[in-house]
């Protein structure tokens, strides 16, 4: 598995700065936030946009993805919702990134009735949206999250969606949090997983980042599933940092980070 960390844990910062921290650390990859006050998002021209994949190719360092804010069940007209995931797939083939992130966003605390409607407008629009995704490449990835928090509510959606180019990122904390095994989030996901993301908490009423293994969620278990199926993608390590700015400094943390996912990795392996 190769590793990765989101620029969420240094929101704001120069990309020199980001892929000097990259490769001082040791991590293959990044995940880009795609919000307008990052220094990658849907508004760059193109000559911006080819900077951003230069700079990326001389580091020897991979662009993850890009991790956009578009919540694909949220109430509201189709047309907003999938211009919104173009624009971003756009974003991502312009400077070499094969995945992008969309969140479910379909309001908590729903009837039966509720939930069913947003899982297919999720899944209508995502399907609308894929055709665009295959032409150019990359592909959509719904964030188990907010409304859909585990691999069985993703699932739920996916399974409506039936596309190759759209598929799962599994955020190991709230699919914890939602209640659901790794193993269990594992089989949900897996034939669709493009990624996962990986943090540390201190307990489900405290989401305040810490260091990895320096809290309750079971990467222990994540890794050791991942590797018992042979899965060989990326793990890619969010820390909030721009929620909690009281939060260690991110920086400091990448090494011990890194040495703590590859000490799990050997473990599992």
């Given amino acids: 598995m190769k590793l990765a960390f989101s620029t969420l844990g240094v929101p704001g910062l120069p990309l020199t700065d980001v892929l000097g921290l990259a490769t001082a650390h040791g991590y293959h990859g990044v995940e880009l936030r795609a919000h307008a006050e990052e ?12 900077d951003v994949a230069a700079e990326f190719k001389a580091a020897g360092v991979e662009i993850l993805g890009l991790a956009g804010y578009v ?19 756009g974003l991502a083939r312009d400077i070499g990134a094969p995945f992008v992130r969309v969140f479910p966003g379909g309001g908590s605390g729903e009837s039966p009735e509720g939930s069913g409607e947003a899982d297919a407008t999720a899944a209508r629009r995502l399907g609308t949206a894929a055709e665009y995704a295959a032409d150019v490449g990359v592909r959509i990835l719904l964030e ?15 399974g409506l969606v039936g596309h190759r180019q759209v598929g799962a990122l599994w955020d190991v904390m709230h699919t914890w949090l939602g209640g659901e095994q790794p193993v269990d989030s594992f089989a949900a996901l ?15 009423d405290d989401t305040t980042p810490l ?16 590797s018992r199926h042979s899965w060989d993608g990326w793990l890619c390590w969010e820390y909030e940092k721009r929620w909690y700015p009281e939060a260690a400094d991110f920086a400091e943390l990448l090494t011990p980070g890194r040495e703590h996912l590859a000490r799990l990795l050997n473990e599992s392996a």
């Fill in 39 to 50: 220094p990658v998002h849907p508004g760059l021209t193109p000559e911006q946009r080819a």
């Fill in 211 to 226: 260091r990895l293994g320096a809290g309750v969620l079971p990467l222990t278990d994540v890794v050791e599933v991942l």
């Fill in 71 to 89: 919540r694909v069940a949220a109430p509201g007209e189709d047309n907003a919702v999938v211009e919104e995931i173009r624009a971003l797939l």
């Fill in 190 to 204: 897996s034939p669709h997983l493009g990624y996962v993301q990986v943090k540390d908490i201190a307990s489900a």
């Fill in 144 to 158: 188990t999250h907010d409304s859909h928090p585990t691999g069985a509510d993703a699932m739920r959606v996916l």
